[in-house]
């Protein structure tokens, strides 16, 4: 089973803190990609990565940067949180087709 | 980019009926429409895909249909049960120009099935 886990499943932080959420996956996979979920606004994709120190920007990046040194893990950084970032964010991590979702971390921005 | 809309955002079905969820995608270079459940709480995970060279896919009670000329693809269930109540997500996957596979998502489709 492919296994795609996040550092944490809940967070606090409080407004200008430097926020990092990583994911790991264990399936040798090229493409992982990190999307915010907020009720009736679907998943929507900030950035993904086809490979280690690479990296594309997706449909909202702005205020994140992400972070890929190594081929299994992926991180997200919030430079300077702020509470329009409170939401669930989602890692995945996929074939060429299917994704593979982490757990989900819930980051509460005070 | 890829835009995937779909409806609608909310369903409710009596036990037992069918339930149908509609997407739309804009880009005529996708290729690929997976669908994926999302119950309270839980990960989203893949239920059925399919692939722009079948026009419908069947797996048990859930099926996949696509028109391509059309840009639209939808997914049927029949007879529902309480358990598929969730947010069901469908999806549109392009290459993108770096060579890796991109999946767009819709909004995402509330279904509670009454008993």
């Known amino acids: 089973d492919v296994k795609v886990t996040q550092s944490s499943r809940y967070l606090v932080k409080r407004t200008g803190e430097k926020v990092f959420l990583e994911c790991v996956q264990d399936m040798d996979h090229e493409n992982m990609f990190w999307y915010r979920q907020d009720p009736g606004l679907g998943l929507r994709l900030i950035y993904f990565s086809y490979d280690v120190k690479m990296k594309e920007k997706g449909d909202i990046p702005e205020g994140y940067s992400v972070s890929r040194e190594k081929k299994e893990r992926f991180s997200l950084i919030l430079e300077s949180a702020s509470t329009n970032q409170t939401s669930m964010y989602l890692c995945?991590?996929?074939?060429?087709?299917?994704?593979?979702f982490g757990q989900g971390t819930r980051l509460t921005v005070v | 980019g890829e835009n995937v809309e779909q409806h609608p955002s909310t369903l409710s079905v009596q036990e037992g009926d069918s339930a149908v969820i509609k997407c739309t995608y804009s880009d005529s270079a996708s290729n690929y429409f997976p669908w994926y459940k999302q119950e309270l709480g839980k990960r989203p995970q893949l239920i059925i895909d399919i692939r722009s060279n079948v026009g419908e896919k069947k797996d048990q009670r859930i099926a996949v249909t696509l028109n391509k000329t059309a840009k639209h693809f939808s997914l049927h269930i029949t007879e529902t049960q309480p358990e598929d109540s969730a947010v069901y997500f469908c999806a549109a996957s392009i290459r993108s120009g770096a060579g890796s596979y991109q999946l767009t998502f819709g909004k995402g489709t509330k279904l509670s099935v009454i008993p």
């Open positions: 995945a991590s996929t074939t060429n087709t299917e994704a593979f």
